[in-house]
C-alpha cells in the first residue's frame, strides 16, 4: 500500500507564502517523477509543476518564477514553494507521484489534497 501525504495549505494574504509538502510511503521500490496538480472550483485540474527523478522541472506558464518545486530522495518528499501568491492561486492543491510498487508497471498516485487560499 503506498500513500502521499500533503501537508502546507492555508490561508495567506495576497502576495505571501507558503511551502507545501508531500511524503510517499509505503512499498515504494522505485519513485520516478512527483508533481503537484491544483484544481480550482468549476475548473479542470491542471499541473503546477513536476520534476523527475534527476531533478529535472517543468512549471506552468501561470507560476514560472513564483514556485519552485524540488524533492529530498532520500525522505520520498516533494516540496512545493510558493512565493508572490495571488488570489488565482486559490485551489486544492494535490501531491503526484509516479511509482513502481513492485509488482506489474508504474503507477501514478495521489494525495488526498489540501486546500490553499488566497485572500485579496
Known amino acids: 500500500q503506498v500513500q502521499l501525504v500533503e501537508s502546507g495549505g492555508g490561508l495567506v494574504q495576497a502576495g505571501g507564502s507558503l511551502r507545501l509538502s508531500c511524503a510517499a510511503s509505503?512499498?515504494?521500490?522505485?519513485?520516478?517523477?512527483m508533481g503537484w496538480y491544483r484544481q480550482a472550483p468549476g475548473k479542470q485540474r491542471e499541473l503546477v509543476a513536476r520534476?523527475?527523478?534527476?531533478?529535472?522541472?517543468n512549471y506552468a506558464d501561470s507560476v514560472k518564477g513564483r514556485f519552485t518545486i524540488s524533492r529530498d530522495n532520500g525522505k520520498n518528499t516533494v516540496y512545493l514553494q510558493m512565493s508572490s501568491l495571488k488570489p488565482e492561486d486559490t485551489a486544492v492543491y494535490y501531491c503526484?507521484?509516479?511509482?513502481?510498487?513492485?509488482?506489474?508497471?508504474?503507477?501514478?498516485?495521489w494525495g488526498q489534497g489540501t486546500q490553499v487560499t488566497v485572500s485579496s
Open positions: 503526484n507521484a509516479n511509482l513502481w510498487s513492485g509488482a506489474g508497471r508504474s503507477a501514478d498516485y
Open positions: 509505503g512499498r515504494i521500490f522505485s519513485l520516478n517523477a
Open positions: 520534476i523527475t527523478s534527476g531533478g529535472s522541472t
